[in-house]
């Protein structure tokens, strides 16, 4: 009987954690000119990251910020027919600042999981319940004159909107996590949040780390502290990198120097190291914010030809090609390491039951 048991349970850890490893991009809803993306202007952003030149792997995922498509009061966003086209993961993103509620967002999710049913629910690896909110309404955020944001009580009474909203559905085991810098996620302030979501997203960029010493010489050490800090506050729940790049062109902020050379550096330094081993959505493929002077897309005009060599040096230890099945070097090591680290997760879990 307690053979049996140790069995279940290695079984059931094995299944519900060897998950793949989510490799992508951010997609705002409007263009850098401020016009509305179509379906059309997805479906080229999704396709151009998936095919492009010399990439370590395949970018099939996407994070969105809102489930409502531009200009429209609650229509569904026209990334999911898209996704649907391009057999692309979705992040998806619930915009949280400057509302008293969340209806309209889960107005056009339940009509988009009506509309496309599984097609479209089976491309959901997660829902993030706002972006930068509460750093926004942070001393520092106040400071940048960063905008509107919400306090850490709003962001959980949203989250718990979420979780009623899909209960029902087939959304109903996605996980529902919220997006923040690390400075946010590590403010005792926001502690309660910790304890609402499945998933920490964060976003890092030493780039904007002008106290830290950011030149891009420094870069690593300022994104691991930053990192390290966010896993240290997460406890037993997954910290997802839900925004980190490095701008091509641009202001000096601090040492930092947006340059194609400093972008290339991060890539290799920081994207290599990543890519494969946790959860990323770079930032960015195609640009999507007016007002931000620093351009970080890594591609000219959806170009399939970035504008550096996309290739992992071979001493950053990158899997060959990552995300990738076809071609399942890459994946398929990743997934036997995972599935190793399960394996000896759930024993040291049967014989801590079997032992007690
Ligand atoms: C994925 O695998 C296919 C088939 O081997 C290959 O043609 C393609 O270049 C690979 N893509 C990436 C991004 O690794
Ligand atoms: C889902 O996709 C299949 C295959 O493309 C298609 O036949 C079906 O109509 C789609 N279902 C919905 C609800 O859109
Ligand atoms: C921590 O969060 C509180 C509440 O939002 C905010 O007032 C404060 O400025 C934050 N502290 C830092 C260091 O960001
Ligand atoms: C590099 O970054 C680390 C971590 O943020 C910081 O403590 C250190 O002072 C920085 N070094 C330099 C030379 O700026
Ligand atoms: C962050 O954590 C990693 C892994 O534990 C460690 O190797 C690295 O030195 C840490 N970096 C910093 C800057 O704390
Ligand atoms: C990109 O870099 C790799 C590794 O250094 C090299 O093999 C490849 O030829 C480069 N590709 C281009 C287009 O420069
Ligand atoms: C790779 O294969 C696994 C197992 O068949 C599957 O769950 C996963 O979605 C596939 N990943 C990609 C990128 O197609």
Known sequence: MRIAFFLAVVASFGVTLADEIYLGFNSGSTTDSKTAKKQADFEREFE?????????GLFNSIRLYTNIQAETEDT???????????????LLGIW????????????????????????????????????????????SGVKNKAGLGQNAKTIIGFIKD??????????RRTPVGHVDTWTAWVNESNKDVIDEVDFLGTNLFPYY??????????????????LNSTEKVAGNKQVWVTETGWPTSGPDFGQAKATLDNAKTYWNDIGCT?????????????????????KFAITNDLSTTPQFNLTCPANSGAPSSIN??????GSSSSVSMMSTIIVALSMTFALAAWVA
């Open 48 to 56: 151009a990251a998936q095919k492009l030149k010399n990439s370590p």
């Open 76 to 90: 569904p966003i026209e990334a999911f027919p898209a996704a649907i086209k391009t057999n692309t993961k979705l």
């Open 96 to 139: 949280c600042s400057g509302t008293t509620s969340i209806e309209k967002e889960l107005k056009a999710l339940t009509k988009a999981v009506d509309q496309y049913g599984k097609n479209f629910t089976d491309l959901v690896v997660g829902i993030s319940v706002g972006s930068e909110d509460m750093y926004r309404v942070s001393a």
């Open 162 to 171: 979420v979780r009623e909203s899909i209960k029902d559905t087939t959304l």
């Open 209 to 226: 780390e002008d106290d830290k010493g950011n030149a891009i010489s420094n870069a690593t050490s300022v994104f691991e502290f930053a």
């Open 274 to 294: 990543l890519f494969g081993r946790k959860n990323v959505w770079w930032y960015v493929l195609r640009d999507s914010n007016p007002d931000n002077k620093a």
């Open 324 to 329: 990738n099945n076809t071609t399942s070097a």
